[in-house]
């Protein structure tokens, strides 16, 4: 089980990046009930273009059983996990390459919603049991987080839907950090230290299931 963790470059007012911050202290292989978890963590740019296709990238790589894209919400209150992103780019500042969109669509005829490929209501629930300062967001904005996370649910159901059955889907979505005044680089990695064994745990019952007799 091989789960990847990216996060993003400063922009804007963000002279660091906390998702990035949080990302990068994450260990490269964490024990789970279901057994051992290699974990890889990668810099996005904040870039549309770039963030678009290099998760595209991760997804084709069939490296991994789950890709979990972070970013900052400087009005944030808690960890999000967003459940959705929409097909639109839209923005009060630029990007990092200086593109400027206005409710430019990110994929031409593209769905206008589309769910990130993982069950977030669960998944709240769950780390907030644990004590993790966790909420749901149906709103992950029009910026290059939203447009990642657009990317990864596109191309994981572009890949399921082209795929044998035996090939397990992958997992994925977008978290929100908040400042690091809100929650603590430490409380975010750790909670998503607990995200990846939640992950890891859903990849072995679905291998499981598939060893069944029929
Ligand atoms: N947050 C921005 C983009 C990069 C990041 O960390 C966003 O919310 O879109």
Same mark, same amino acid.
């Given at each position: 089980m091989?789960i990847?963790?990216?996060?993003?470059?400063?922009?804007?007012?963000?002279?660091?990046?906390?998702?990035?911050?949080?990302?990068?202290?994450?260990?490269?292989?964490i024990?789970t009930p279901t057994?051992?978890v290699?974990?890889?963590?990668?810099?996005?740019?904040?870039?549309?273009?770039?963030? !678009?296709? $290099?998760?595209?990238?991760?997804?084709?790589?069939?490296?991994?059983?789950a890709?979990v894209?972070?970013?900052?919400?400087? *009005?944030?209150?808690?960890?999000?996990i967003?459940?959705?992103?929409?097909?639109?780019?839209?923005?009060?500042?630029?990007?990092?390459?200086?593109?400027? %969109?206005? +409710?430019?669509?990110?994929?031409? +005829?593209?769905?206008?919603?589309? !769910?990130? %490929?993982w069950p977030a209501e669960y998944l709240v629930a769950t780390l907030r049991s644990q004590?993790f300062?966790v909420?749901?967001?149906?709103?992950?904005?029009?910026?290059?987080?939203?447009?990642?996370?657009?990317?990864?649910?596109?191309?994981? *159901?572009? $890949?399921?839907?082209?795929?044998? +059955?035996?090939?397990?889907?992958?997992r994925g979505g977008?978290v929100?950090?908040?400042?690091?005044?809100?929650?603590?680089?430490?409380?975010?990695?750790?909670a998503l230290q607990a995200l990846a064994t939640v992950l890891a745990g859903f990849s072995q019952a679905?291998?499981?299931?598939?060893?069944? %007799?029929?």
């Amino acid at each position: 089980m091989r789960i990847l963790f990216t996060g993003f470059e400063p922009f804007g007012e963000h002279d660091v990046n906390p998702s990035w911050q949080a990302v990068s202290a994450l260990p490269s292989q964490i024990e789970t009930p279901t057994g051992a978890v290699a974990i890889d963590t990668q810099q996005l740019p904040v870039t549309y273009a770039d963030a !678009m296709a $290099q998760v595209r990238q991760f997804v084709s790589s069939g490296t991994y059983q789950a890709i979990v894209l972070c970013g900052v919400n400087g *009005r944030g209150t808690a960890i999000d996990i967003e459940s959705q992103a929409v097909n639109e780019a839209s923005s009060s500042i630029p990007d990092n390459s200086g593109y400027h %969109p206005h +409710g430019e669509p990110l994929v031409q +005829g593209g769905d206008d919603v589309l !769910m990130a %490929p993982w069950p977030a209501e669960y998944l709240v629930a769950t780390l907030r049991s644990q004590g993790f300062p966790v909420a749901q967001s149906h709103d992950a904005g029009k910026y290059v987080c939203n447009s990642s996370l657009y990317a990864l649910a596109d191309s994981v *159901r572009n $890949q399921s839907r082209g795929v044998d +059955g035996d090939t397990t889907p992958i997992r994925g979505g977008f978290v929100h950090v908040p400042p690091t005044s809100v929650v603590s680089i430490e409380t975010v990695t750790a909670a998503l230290q607990a995200l990846a064994t939640v992950l890891a745990g859903f990849s072995q019952a679905l291998s499981n299931s598939r060893k069944l %007799p029929d």
